[in-house]
C-alpha cells in the first residue's frame, strides 16, 4: 500500500523539513479526506479500485496489483520540465515486488508524452 505522498517543485536533501513553502501537494490517504490535497494547491485525486487500509502513520491505500488499480491526481504542471528540479516522498509497504508503475506522469489523456518511476 501507499501512504503520505508529498511533491515539491525542487530537489531536497534527505536533512531538509519537508513542510516549507515549496511544498506543491501532500495527500495524508487519512479517514474523510483520502483523495484530498491537504498541501496549498487543492489538488484533489480520485482513487480507483483500491481501499482505505491502517497504514505505517494513520491510514494508507491498498492496490490490488491490476493496471485498473491507482490513485491519480491532475495540474502537476511543471513536474519534470527541464531546469525544475523536484523531490517526492511516499512510505510504501509492497505485498510483492513484481514490477508495476510508482509514479507516472503523462502529457495527454491517452497516457503519452510522459514518464513513470516504476518499482522493479
Not at 42 to 47: E, K, M
Not at 51 to 72: I, N
Request: include cysteine.
Amino acid at each position: 500500500y501507499i501512504d503520505n505522498l508529498k511533491l515539491t517543485t525542487r530537489a531536497k536533501s534527505a536533512s531538509e523539513i519537508l513542510t516549507d513553502a515549496s511544498l506543491v501537494t501532500y495527500f495524508s490517504f487519512d479517514g474523510s479526506t483520502l483523495t484530498q490535497d491537504m498541501g496549498p494547491n487543492q489538488l484533489n485525486g480520485t482513487i480507483s479500485n483500491a481501499a482505505a487500509v491502517s497504514g505505517k502513520v494513520g491510514q494508507g491505500l491498498a492496490f490490488s496489483g491490476s493496471t485498473s488499480s491507482y490513485f491519480q491526481a491532475s495540474g502537476f504542471y511543471q513536474l519534470g520540465q527541464s531546469n525544475k528540479p523536484f523531490s517526492f516522498s511516499m512510505w510504501i509497504y509492497p505485498y510483492s515486488i513484481t514490477g508495476g508503475v510508482l509514479i507516472q506522469k503523462t502529457i495527454l489523456q491517452n497516457a503519452s508524452g510522459g514518464w513513470c518511476y516504476t518499482l522493479m
